[in-house]
T-cell receptor
Framework: GQNIDQPTEMTATEGAIVQINCTYQTSGFNGLFWYQQHAGEAPTFLSY??LDGLEEKGRFSSFLSRSKGYSYLLLKELQMKDSASYLCAVMDSNYQLIWGAGTKLIIKP | GAGVSQTPSNKVTEKGKYVELRCDPI?????LYWYRQSLGQGPEFLIY????????DSGLPNDRFFAVRPEGSVSTLKIQRTERGDSAVYLCASSLTFESSPLHFGNGTRLTVT
């Protein structure tokens, strides 16, 4: 079967750095997405990785290793507004998105 | 509009009733998706449209659920004989193309079946 694993919840301190991991087992691979979802709101697109390596976009970076079935989202200089759920999603061989359950990130002052 | 629009934002209905949920995608986006999401879970795929046709409806849980997109733009998700287990947030998303384009989500319709 197809599976996306990410931690249920993480806590970090304002101003610090946090890394949210995602491992996946899917039928084929056509890219990995990270989305941010604030409570009661829709998911919003953060990043897309299809090749191995690190993609940096401001305070957020996303890394992919296809051979390991592994990705992480790195958030730097954490702000209180970064408190949200972070969803990892993989596009399989049928271009179907397989979603993780999300990691709830709690930022403490 | 600038983003994906979903109406209503909230819908409370009684068990056994029929409901329609509407999605207006971003102009020019050919792909349209319906998901539903329960608290603490990721989105659960329901159906995907490429243009007017349902390209993949494998996620619809049973024949009480049906969706249309008659003119390749606005889509309606229809649920017959609603059950309490149908209570969830129903999310619509659109993307420019099917492959590898990021999805743009609407704010969802929170459906509560009493």
């Amino acid at each position: 079967g197809q599976n996306i694993d990410q931690p249920t919840e993480m806590t970090a301190t304002e101003g610090a750095i946090v890394q949210i991991n995602c491992t996946y087992q899917t039928s084929g691979f056509n890219g990995l997405f990270w989305y941010q979802q604030h409570a009661g709101e829709a998911p919003t697109f953060l990043s897309y990785n299809v090749l191995d390596g690190l993609e940096e976009k401001g305070r957020f970076s996303s890394f992919l290793s296809r051979s390991k079935g592994y990705s992480y989202l790195l958030l730097k200089e954490l702000q209180m507004k970064d408190s949200a759920s972070y969803l990892c999603a993989v596009m399989d061989s049928n271009y179907q998105l397989i979603w993780g359950a999300g990691t709830k990130l709690i930022i403490k002052p | 509009g600038a983003g994906v629009s979903q109406t209503p934002s909230n819908k409370v209905t009684e068990k056994g009733k029929y409901v329609e949920l509407r999605c207006d995608p971003i102009s020019g986006h050919t792909a349209l998706y319906w998901y539903r999401q329960s608290l603490g879970q990721g989105p659960e795929f329901l159906i995907y449209f490429q243009g007017t046709g349902a390209a993949d409806d494998s996620g619809l849980p049973n024949d009480r659920f049906f969706a249309v997109r008659p003119e390749g733009s606005v889509s309606t998700l229809k649920i017959q004989r609603t059950e309490r287990g149908d209570s969830a947030v129903y999310l619509c998303a659109s993307s420019l193309t099917f492959e590898s384009s990021p999805l743009h989500f609407g704010n969802g319709t929170r459906l509560t079946v009493t």
